[in-house]
């Protein structure tokens, strides 16, 4: 059997027990390697229940710095008995099962082509602790001990993720050393053979941060000026709320009187909190709501109201698996049409597609200033991948002379110079009106805001002319947007192509390194990042200038392909579909695997 052999080049996964305590230890792991200066993408697979059901956690250790899942794994460590045959079927020929061998296993539950290495982790700890729950969780960093000294990670660089972990906790930290130590003082002596797979210091992290794309949204609407949050608890978002609240301690309270210059609601439900967050924009504020798929749907009719109504509205979704209650706690980008929809009757959104954290942060910022500008609901369309994972990225940066976008605000000195106001009136040519504000002038400006028809100066109207100009005004607002929102990213193949792809969000680090792949294969393409929906002008132009374009996403139905043939009226023959759904992060295999196949079999054909 020959072994897989890597340096800083592997895959990692841990199979344990939800609610076992192993999630901090798996994290403190990934956190030791990027600390030596090897780049890891680390992912959470966890189940929606509290304790007991299976869970992974899988590092991917790259030193070219793909972000993206490779798909396939070289290590696993096998702490699940309920998983154990999957488990051990998932691992690479030649790849590695660490596993706690307290109780031996017959030789019929391993495989053949694979390398064993057994550990008596509860004999260790029960050896040492005597309470059954320490037992349990320094279990964890036993075996993050033992797999230091395997893979050649410094001990030394885990204690002193430890000594910032505990600091001021002496205790705490004496007893996470001592376990680190058992671990790693039992494999010198007893596997002291070498392990094929090896961490080596590098210098490939460089100025990137490590950190997950709720707590960068959430800090994306501290700097984009959001002062009232509203939101009802919903699994992958709830995460944005918590961390705003904790940004806007440190960042909004007023230094000299202690003055909160924020509003946050945790409401009674969904409903509840859009409805705050509607009234909140009416009344000037820059407000926001952060949820999932089942909040979107709940606040349907409220997303309807503001676009009709013409309020700013910012929305961060953070997709997970659905129908109904369908993977609270997988990822997917499901929630497309669903939000390009949002509302009864004709309705139609801007939505904003981020890659990674990094892109959290602006375009949470960006979307405040859409929806001002637009006067409309705005969605920031992350997914648990993004949000609930922590990931490499590009430091934020932020200009502080940067002025927020207003939009189009009549002030009390143009009211009072007697200039003509029509709340819903187009008087530029892009569709969007001017508003006021409320208090700005004690008898001019004022409007009644309805959610009934009404014409150009807010007066209650059900003519079908005064109906139809508000309507074709804001689809003329919708094709303004397309020139306002986030543009695509192109990346032209090396050469000369007429097979494009495009994609969007977090299939993104997995489909830079499919390209890679497909082009060591001979297969090129040209490949564009969606970013926004409405869609700008080159995405017409990158549909037209090829004969096939491939279509990555992560739901069922096509949702992306089928917005671009709705709103560009493209060629469904010419848009391949490639759809990975499962509830775990696309793979750059798949993708790969995927456009070869369809490729190859037109070839043959």
Same mark, same amino acid.
């Not at 590098?202 to 709720?214: K, L, P, Q, S, W």
């Not at 509840?272 to 949820?291: C, D, E, H, L, P």
């Given at each position: 059997?020959?072994?897989?052999?890597?340096?800083?080049?592997?895959?990692?996964?841990?199979?344990?027990?939800?609610?076992?305590?192993?999630?901090?230890?798996?994290?403190?792991?990934?956190?030791?390697?990027?600390?030596?200066?090897?780049?890891?993408?680390?992912?959470?697979?966890?189940?929606?229940?509290?304790?007991?059901?299976?869970?992974?956690?899988?590092?991917?250790?790259?030193?070219?710095?793909?972000?993206?899942?490779?798909?396939?794994?070289?290590?696993?460590?096998?702490?699940?008995?309920?998983?154990?045959?999957?488990?051990?079927?998932?691992?690479?020929?030649?790849?590695?099962?660490?596993?706690?061998?307290?109780?031996?296993?017959?030789?019929?539950?391993? +495989?053949?082509?694979?390398?064993?290495?057994?550990?008596? *982790?509860?004999?260790?700890?029960?050896?040492?602790?005597?309470?059954?729950?320490?037992?349990?969780?320094?279990?964890?960093?036993?075996?993050?001990?033992?797999?230091?000294?395997?893979?050649?990670?410094?001990?030394?660089?885990?204690?002193?993720?430890?000594?910032?972990?505990?600091?001021?906790?002496?205790?705490?930290?004496?007893?996470?050393?001592?376990?680190?130590?058992?671990?790693?003082?039992?494999?010198?002596?007893?596997?002291?053979?070498?392990?094929?797979?090896?961490? +080596?210091?590098?210098?490939?992290?460089?100025?990137?941060?490590?950190?997950?794309?709720?707590?960068?949204?959430?800090?994306?609407?501290?700097?984009?000026?959001?002062?009232?949050?509203?939101?009802?608890?919903?699994?992958?978002?709830?995460?944005?709320?918590?961390?705003?609240?904790?940004?806007?301690?440190?960042?909004?309270?007023?230094?000299?009187?202690?003055?909160?210059?924020?509003?946050?609601?945790?409401?009674?439900?969904?409903?509840?909190?859009?409805?705050?967050?509607?009234? $909140?924009?009416?009344?000037?504020?820059?407000?926001?709501?952060?949820?999932?798929?089942?909040?979107?749907?709940?606040?349907?009719?409220?997303?309807?109201?503001?676009?009709?109504?013409?309020?700013?509205?910012?929305? =961060?979704?953070?997709?997970?698996?659905?129908?109904?209650?369908?993977?609270?706690?997988?990822?997917?980008? $499901?929630?497309?049409?669903?939000?390009?929809?949002?509302?009864?009757?004709?309705?139609?959104?801007? *939505?904003?597609?981020?890659?990674?954290?990094?892109?959290?942060?602006?375009?949470?910022?960006?979307?405040?200033?859409?929806?001002?500008?637009?006067?409309?609901?705005?969605?920031?369309?992350?997914?648990?991948?993004?949000?609930?994972?922590?990931?490499?990225?590009?430091?934020?940066?932020?200009?502080?002379?940067? $002025?927020?976008? +207003?939009?189009?605000?009549?002030?009390?000195?143009?009211?009072?110079?007697?200039?003509?106001?029509?709340?819903?009136?187009?008087?530029?040519?892009?569709?969007?009106?001017?508003?006021?504000?409320?208090?700005?002038?004690?008898?001019?400006?004022?409007?009644?805001?309805?959610?009934?028809?009404?014409?150009?100066?807010?007066?209650?109207?059900?003519?079908?002319?005064?109906?139809?100009?508000?309507?074709?005004?804001?689809?003329?607002?919708?094709?303004?947007?397309?020139?306002?929102?986030?543009?695509?990213?192109?990346?032209?193949?090396?050469?000369?192509?007429? *097979?494009?792809?495009?994609?969007?969000?977090?299939?993104?680090?997995?489909?830079?390194?499919?390209?890679?792949?497909?082009?060591?294969?001979? =297969?090129?393409?040209? $490949?564009?990042?969606?970013?926004?929906?409405?869609?700008?002008?080159?995405?017409?132009?990158?549909?037209?200038?090829? +004969?096939?374009?491939?279509?990555?996403?992560?739901?069922?139905?096509?949702?992306?392909?089928?917005?671009?043939?709705?709103?560009?009226?493209?060629?469904?023959?010419?848009?391949?579909?490639?759809?990975?759904?499962?509830?775990?992060?696309?793979?750059?295999?798949?993708?790969?695997?995927?456009?070869?196949?369809?490729?190859?079999?037109?070839?043959?054909?």
């Amino acid at each position: 059997m020959k072994q897989i052999e890597a340096v800083n080049d592997f895959v990692i996964k841990f199979a344990n027990v939800n609610g076992s305590g192993s999630a901090s230890a798996n994290e403190l792991f990934a956190k030791a390697i990027l600390r030596m200066g090897v780049p890891v993408s680390p992912r959470n697979i966890f189940p929606s229940n509290i304790q007991g059901l299976p869970t992974w956690y899988e590092v991917r250790v790259t030193e070219q710095g793909h972000m993206g899942r490779r798909g396939g794994t070289d290590m696993m460590v096998a702490m699940n008995p309920q998983t154990w045959d999957a488990d051990v079927a998932e691992l690479a020929p030649g790849g590695y099962l660490f596993y706690d061998n307290t109780r031996p296993l017959p030789p019929s539950r391993f +495989r053949d082509d694979i390398r064993v290495i057994g550990m008596p *982790l509860t004999e260790i700890c029960n050896a040492v602790y005597q309470d059954a729950r320490q037992r349990q969780l320094f279990k964890n960093i036993v075996y993050v001990g033992a797999l230091a000294v395997m893979l050649g990670i410094e001990p030394q660089v885990i204690e002193k993720l430890f000594g910032e972990q505990y600091r001021g906790k002496e205790k705490l930290l004496a007893s996470n050393v001592q376990a680190l130590n058992l671990g790693c003082d039992f494999a010198r002596e007893h596997l002291g053979e070498p392990v094929g797979l090896q961490v +080596r210091r590098a210098d490939r992290v460089g100025n990137r941060i490590f950190v997950d794309g709720n707590s960068a949204a959430a800090l994306g609407c501290v700097y984009g000026g959001a002062t009232v949050a509203a939101w009802y608890p919903i699994t992958p978002s709830s995460s944005v709320a918590e961390a705003f609240q904790r940004y806007c301690a440190k960042f909004r309270v007023d230094p000299a009187t202690g003055e909160h210059r924020f509003a946050i609601v945790q409401a009674e439900d969904e409903l509840a909190s859009i409805g705050m967050v509607v009234g $909140a924009g009416w009344n000037g504020a820059r407000a926001f709501t952060a949820t999932s798929g089942p909040g979107i749907s709940l606040m349907a009719e409220f997303i309807g109201l503001a676009y009709f109504a013409e309020i700013p509205v910012t929305l =961060i979704n953070v997709q997970r698996g659905g129908p109904s209650t369908g993977m609270p706690t997988r990822t997917q980008q $499901a929630d497309i049409l669903a939000c390009a929809y949002a509302s009864h009757g004709d309705t139609k959104h801007v *939505l904003l597609f981020p890659e990674d954290p990094h892109e959290c942060f602006e375009q949470a910022a960006a979307a405040l200033d859409l929806a001002d500008r637009l006067q409309t609901p705005v969605f920031l369309m992350t997914d648990l991948d993004i949000g609930m994972n922590q990931r490499l990225c590009a430091p934020f940066e932020w200009d502080d002379s940067q $002025a927020y976008d +207003r939009g189009k605000v009549m002030r009390f000195e143009e009211l009072e110079a007697g200039r003509d106001f029509g709340r819903y009136k187009d008087v530029d040519g892009d569709g969007i009106p001017w508003r006021t504000l409320p208090g700005t002038h004690p008898t001019k400006g004022s409007f009644f805001t309805r959610g009934t028809t009404r014409d150009a100066y807010a007066r209650y109207s059900e003519r079908g002319p005064d109906y139809i100009y508000n309507m074709e005004r804001l689809l003329k607002k919708f094709a303004t947007a397309a020139t306002l929102v986030p543009q695509p990213v192109l990346r032209p193949a090396a050469q000369k192509t007429d *097979l494009g792809v495009l994609y969007f969000g977090s299939t993104t680090p997995a489909m830079h390194e499919a390209l890679e792949e497909l082009e060591a294969r001979g =297969i090129h393409l040209d $490949a564009m990042r969606l970013r926004a929906f409405p869609f700008p002008e080159s995405v017409v132009q990158f549909l037209a200038e090829h +004969r096939t374009v491939f279509v990555v996403e992560q739901n069922r139905d096509a949702q992306m392909r089928s917005l671009l043939i709705n709103e560009l009226e493209a060629d469904p023959a010419r848009l391949v579909r490639v759809l990975h759904f499962d509830g775990t992060p696309i793979t750059a295999r798949f993708v790969a695997g995927a456009i070869a196949a369809h490729v190859g079999a037109k070839e043959t054909a």
